[in-house]
């Protein structure tokens, strides 16, 4: 049994993927022969949005509002800190603007569910990782595919990017270790030595070692760029999910099914605190880039919050309904992103640990009963919970009707002031069933 996975969450996983009902979105357009339909055509945005004025704070996500159709498995965030990169179960990647978490674009091309995702340090790259054995690279902010790495025989559980951007690193159920070359996808290396599951890979900021974490419950790390391997850390009493590095590179944290945390120095590994507080397993470990925090994700539903190098606990974040998954620290070290199998991403600030009004919401994967609103700016389209002001200058395309999902009408039909609600006048909607 998949001591991260196991087999009847994998069950539960496959089953909702087949049953969960997704609410079809159609973009409503005139044109010189008359109203044209569009499925799901709101949800893409050109490469200009990236650089699109500053939007407005999105209101607070309305009851069953979600940012994916099923389980987020994993969030990073650009070195820029105005990307937000998310991958889940429902085989999708998206991309939503920081800080207002406006929906920017979602990638598709896996065939299974997406486990993790990385930007590389010049924020032009994203990898994501898939239970369909592949390793997708993509450019940014466009979000075209570039490569498909292929080699691994089973899950790729973990992905992550060296600090020059030369160098990919997965971790796999194949038991494996894969280095390949940036941005051609060559093979660089495959490393052997763990007996499971590969859950967790991590590289360095100064990109001289690489760590990795196992269903073997050890932690290997290994030099970099040859691969060679320097020594086995042992101590946690089962799967280690997760593995961060400090950014001087001396300090290693690690998450566990054993339900703890582990500080180790480095570079030889010797432990030096165990922080216990988490009552299910530790999914993900982040650690803030001045070395000085630590958060942690659990399957107890809760993100904490922990001094480092001390390891005293500052705060317990409450706010997601299940699973805590993936959480990544903005390169500021003033927001926290944590994704959930809840179907959402939500946004803390740092150091206080307070949640952010804002919602990144995608109308597509949420149910109908909760509207939205859409609407231009700068080449791109912009989804938003209902009540969200628009920003000056940017043009409604869609907006909310009581008791139906988004419908859309030409300008004329939908009357929007800068910096205020959208309002419709009385128009024919289509409502699709």
């Known amino acids: 049994m998949n001591p991260k996975k196991p087999d009847d969450r994998l069950a539960a996983k496959q089953a909702a993927s087949k049953t969960e009902a997704r609410p079809e979105v159609y973009a409503i357009k005139r044109g010189q022969s008359g109203w044209t339909l569009s499925r799901r055509s709101l949800f893409s945005a050109a490469a200009a949005a990236m650089a699109a004025p500053k939007r407005a704070e999105a209101a607070s996500c309305a009851t069953g509002a979600a940012s994916h159709a099923i389980y987020v498995e994993s969030v990073a965030i650009s070195p820029d800190g105005r990307l937000l990169v998310s991958g889940s179960d429902d085989l999708t990647v998206k991309l939503w603007s920081l800080p207002d978490g406006a929906l920017l674009k979602t990638l598709t091309g ?14 032009r790259m994203a990898a994501s990782s898939s239970e369909d054995n592949t390793i997708k690279v993509w450019s940014l902010p466009d979000g075209a595919l570039l490569k498909t ?9 973990s992905v992550a990017i060296s600090p020059d951007g030369k160098l990919l690193a997965s971790g796999s159920g194949d038991n494996t270790v894969k280095m390949w070359s940036l941005p051609d996808g060559a093979l660089l290396k495959t490393l052997t030595g763990h007996s ?5 890979v991590v590289i ?14 050890t932690i290997r790390l290994w030099s970099l760029p040859d691969g060679t391997l320097l020594r086995t850390l042992t101590g946690h009493s089962s799967s280690v999910n997760a593995v961060a590095i400090g950014p001087d590179a001396r300090l290693l944290a690690s998450g566990s099914s054993d339900l703890a945390i582990k ?11 165990t ?6 397993l530790v999914s993900s470990v982040a650690i803030s880039p001045d070395g000085r925090m630590l958060a942690s994700a659990s399957w107890d539903n809760t993100i904490k919050l922990w001094s480092l190098p001390d390891g005293a606990l500052l705060k317990t974040l409450y706010g997601h309904s299940s699973n805590v998954q993936s959480v990544a620290a903005s390169p500021d070290g003033r927001l926290l992103a944590s994704g959930s199998y809840d179907f959402t991403i939500k946004l803390w600030s740092l150091p206080d640990g307070k949640q952010l009004p804002v919602c990144l919401m995608d109308p597509a994967a949420s149910p109908s009963s909760v509207n939205s609103i859409t609407y231009t700016q700068g080449g791109g389209t912009y989804a938003a919970p209902c009540g ?5 200058g940017a043009v409604c395309t869609c907006n909310c009707v009581p008791g139906a999902i ?17 309002s419709c006048v009385p128009v024919t909607y289509y409502y699709p069933n």
């Open 110 to 123: 896996h065939s299974k569910a997406v486990q993790s995702v990385a930007i590389s340090p010049d924020g």
């Open 149 to 157: 790495l292929t080699g691994h025989s089973s899950l790729v559980w």
């Open 196 to 200: 499971n599951n590969v859950f967790s």
């Open 204 to 217: 360095s900021a100064d990109g001289r070692l690489l760590a990795s974490g196992s269903g073997d419950n």
């Open 263 to 273: 500080l180790w120095s480095l570079p030889d590994g010797a432990l030096l605190k």
């Open 275 to 280: 922080l216990a507080g988490h009552s299910m």
């Open 388 to 392: 969200t002001p628009i920003p000056a």
């Open 406 to 422: 988004c419908s859309c009408v030409s300008n004329s039909g939908c009357s929007c002031v800068s910096n205020s609600v959208c």
